[in-house]
């Protein structure tokens, strides 16, 4: 089930905050639950092989079994019992985190989120705390093959009670996992593994050329405009036409791909966009970033998975009926193919979402 | 048989009753949906009544009407529940398999409620010591993997567990032989849980039997499987009943009836007298309200 070669390379051996930016992704996550359990003492996290030395598959809850042993409990291959334990836990006044995986396997535990964590919370008639972190290590670009890959998001969006959310390398973890338990409603957390060993993006600064800040929960990259104003934050979607031709909406796991096709379409294109990160997919309001999206001549959204009732779909679908009138185009879609994905490296890297599959995106968006 | 006290025949009574007067209401086409009695089993929740204590958390299934009842002798709040009127236990949203009040719960799908118990139990072991959590199911339920996974984990971290399976012999429409290989008691053998039969009817014999295993189970935690051999009397929802008539129904009332004539009569015609004023009661309510969106 799970790959010989422990896959989380932050391993033991990393040094935090290393030179090149900010820690490791995979530390500030692995960090947040240190502190969270620190915190609160009703905290628990359950799930498979996460006892020190091993730590989990990908190092995430390194550390956690040693310093709180009666509250990080490994747990037997059953992740339909993963979700129902914790979810009673939760029922019965604690705070459960529980860790699938892979989050492939989020479908061993499907009738427990479906029919129960998230229906608990209102099928009662009344209002239920239901305080639950559902961490699912999702997406590919590791050659774990077609059933440790998917990023199956879409098949979790729409249900009452349950809340999407995705780690991405501007969003500090700690706060992330704070708002989740604070909804007290059922949430998934996809969490790309190939973020795991990437930096997070320390204040401001995105690659060289870009510049990020938060509007409300969503990371605003842009071109960097130079010294920004004292204190306005806010401003951060004030972007001016002409550093605006385009906009790209991607969850986390695909920030790096995006900001690598800013930066060509830009060099090679003298096309100038702003990426949106937003880390609530579902349910995601747009209402702040109407008048940017408005302006834009095109928007793209970009997501890993197959098409066909995605969460880029509804976004789309979304957008489509409240910028009815002011879009100049379609907006434009872009999704794994409709393909399993595969093992080996080249036919993987066929059937993912690439930095060059926005690229491409975006240019036939604009050209069309 | 021996003579049970009134408030037990009382309560086992007014269970029979309540339920009955929900198929009659579904016959009149007062009631929208689906229901599953427990005419038949009425004894086990009360069997266990005295065994349970207030911190115990009881998981509920699809035919929950008589462990609702016996943990809250509430058949007003349940028939408004059923109804979807004024003073429904869960303002009507829930309905009849869907109810939550306290540590009291139910849900809908076949062995999904045995992880959330662990879960509970696991929190109770540690924070509420010698409080347990009590699930009920059914035989059929023993055809779902959550089932396995969860007794696993509730023998695995010595989970203090209740399971009671009321095997009635039949799932829906599918008898036992059609559906389950090997036994249950086998099954609880295989995880090195402790299993109890029960297959009489009188309940102080069934209390004793349980009363130190129960005891014991809160203060040394672990999980114990209960089986009823129970006679599930009715249909499983409504007028779906396929059972050939020779197929086993032993009813404990009727036999307590013919040993205890005089006491049977008097208490049920109250219990009946007094579910058919709360069902006139409750069907004049006005519709129930759901303020939660």
């Known amino acids: 089930m799970s790959p010989a070669e422990p896959p989380g390379r932050p391993g033991s051996g990393v040094p935090p905050g290393a030179a090149r930016g900010g820690d490791r992704v995979g530390e500030d996550l692995n960090r947040a639950l240190h502190g969270l359990l620190d915190d609160d003492s009703s905290v628990y996290v359950l799930g ?172 605003v990259v842009r071109l960097d405009p130079g010294p920004a104003p004292a204190g306005d934050p806010s401003g951060c979607l004030d972007v001016p036409s002409g550093d605006l031709d385009y906009v790209v909406i991607v969850p986390g796991g695909l920030a790096h791909r995006a900001l690598a096709a800013m930066r ?68 434009k879609l872009v999704s794994s193919a409709d393909s399993v994905i595969p093992t080996a490296a080249h036919l993987e890297r066929d059937v993912l979402v690439q930095d060059g599959t926005i690229r491409r995106a975006v240019r036939e968006g604009l050209d069309g | 048989m021996d003579r049970l006290s009134d408030d037990d025949l009382a309560l086992l009574l007014l269970i029979r009753s309540f339920e009955l007067k929900l198929l009659d209401l579904f016959e009149r086409g007062e009631l929208n949906g689906t229901t599953h009695t427990c005419l038949g089993q009425e004894y086990v929740p009360v069997s266990l009544r005295p065994l349970l204590r207030e911190p115990d958390w009881v998981f509920s299934n699809h035919r929950g009407h008589g462990h609702y009842l016996a943990r809250f002798g509430d058949p007003e709040g349940l028939l408004a529940e059923i109804m979807g009127r004024k003073g429904a236990v869960c303002e009507g949203v829930g309905g009849s398999q869907h109810l939550r009040r306290g540590r009291y719960l139910s849900t809908g799908v076949q062995g999904q409620s045995l992880p959330v118990a662990a879960g509970v139990a696991l929190r109770l072991k540690r924070d509420e010591p010698g409080a347990l959590a009590c699930v009920h199911i ?18 695995l971290w010595r989970l203090p567990l209740l399971v009671v399976v009321e095997h009635n012999g039949i799932a829906q429409s599918t008898p036992t032989a059609l559906q389950m290989a090997g036994t249950i008691e086998d099954r609880a053998r295989a995880f090195g849980i402790a299993h109890h039969h029960v297959d009489v009817f009188d309940l102080s014999r069934i209390r004793a ?37 020779g197929f086993p129904r032993t009813d404990w009332y009727a036999a307590y009836q013919a040993a205890h004539p005089a006491q049977s009569a008097r208490i049920e015609a109250e219990a009946r007298a007094r579910v058919d004023e709360i069902a006139a009661d409750v069907s004049a309510r006005p519709a129930a309200t759901w303020t939660t969106a």
């Open chain 1, 48 to 219: 498979e092989d996460l006892l020190d030395p091993y730590g989990g598959a990908f190092k995430i809850t390194k550390g956690l079994s040693t310093r709180f042993p009666d509250r990080v409990l490994t747990t037997p291959l059953s992740e339909g019992t993963i979700v129902g334990a914790a979810s009673g836990l939760a029922l019965a006044g604690g705070k459960a985190i529980a860790e699938i995986m892979f989050a492939d396997f989020a479908a061993l535990a499907f009738d427990q989120i479906l029919n129960f964590a998230s229906k608990s919370v209102t099928m009662y008639g009344a209002r239920v705390p239901v305080p639950l972190v559902i961490r699912c290590p999702s997406g590919g670009h590791r050659g774990y093959g077609p059933t440790h890959s998917q990023s199956p998001q879409k098949h979790f969006i729409g249900i009452p009670g349950l809340s999407l959310f995705e780690m991405s390398p501007f969003h500090d973890n700690r706060a992330v996992l704070d708002r989740m338990l604070a909804l007290r409603e059922p949430c998934l957390f996809f969490e790309d593994k190939v973020l795991y060993t990437r930096r997070m993006y320390p204040p401001g600064v995105a690659e060289e050329l870009f510049r990020w800040d938060l509007a409300g929960d969503v990371a």
């Open chain 1, 264 to 331: 060509a379409l830009l060099l090679d294109h003298d096309l100038a966009g702003v990426l949106l990160v937003p880390s609530r997919l579902y349910p995601f309001d747009p209402a702040p970033l109407l008048d940017l999206l408005g302006r834009a001549p095109l928007i793209c959204v970009a997501e890993d998975g197959s098409a066909g009732g995605t969460w880029g779909g509804h976004v789309a679908a979304d957008l489509h009926t409240r910028l009815w009138g002011r879009l100049r185009r379609p907006v």
């Open chain 2, 138 to 155: 059914g035989d059929g339920t023993w055809g779902e993997g959550a089932v396995y996974e969860a007794l696993n984990l509730a023998q």
């Open chain 2, 209 to 245: 039997g349980l009363a130190p295993l129960i005891d014991s189970l809160r203060a040394d935690p672990r999980p114990l499987i209960v089986e009823f051999a129970t006679h599930r009397l009715g249909p499983h929802s409504k007028g779906d009943d396929t059972r050939p008539s």
